[in-house]
């Protein structure tokens, strides 16, 4: 369930992929995790809901599996961003009851 709701997140973390990019470290990370959190902030519960019923596609269960891989590999790239965007990603599902 909690892996559905986190496709924006990975998304977001593909252009972290690309730079190699810890908000001193990794320059991106500002603006990959203000844009996920803005996404959160801007959808509906409606939105989130119909985005959480699809299934992925190849490609975004490839950049997914990626994701998660680039995270284990970098623990301090995982704490940073996950400081960043789960308070507020965690904040908007229990608001739309799709977390107890």
Avoid: W
Avoid at 25 to 54: F, H, I, T, W
Avoid at 62 to 89: C, K, S, T, W, Y
């Amino acid at each position: 369930m909690f892996h559905r709701s986190l496709f924006v997140v990975t998304s977001g973390l593909i252009c972290l992929i690309a730079v190699g990019a810890d908000a001193q470290q990794y320059p991106m990370l500002d603006q990959v995790a203000a844009k996920v959190v803005q996404k959160y902030q801007n959808s509906s519960c409606q939105q989130l809901a119909a985005e959480r019923g699809q299934p992925p596609t190849r490609q975004r269960a490839a950049m997914e599996e990626r994701v998660v891989r680039l995270l284990h590999e970098d623990p301090g790239m995982r704490q940073e961003f996950l400081n960043r965007v789960a308070a507020p990603i965690a904040n908007k599902l229990f608001e739309c009851n799709m977390i107890p």
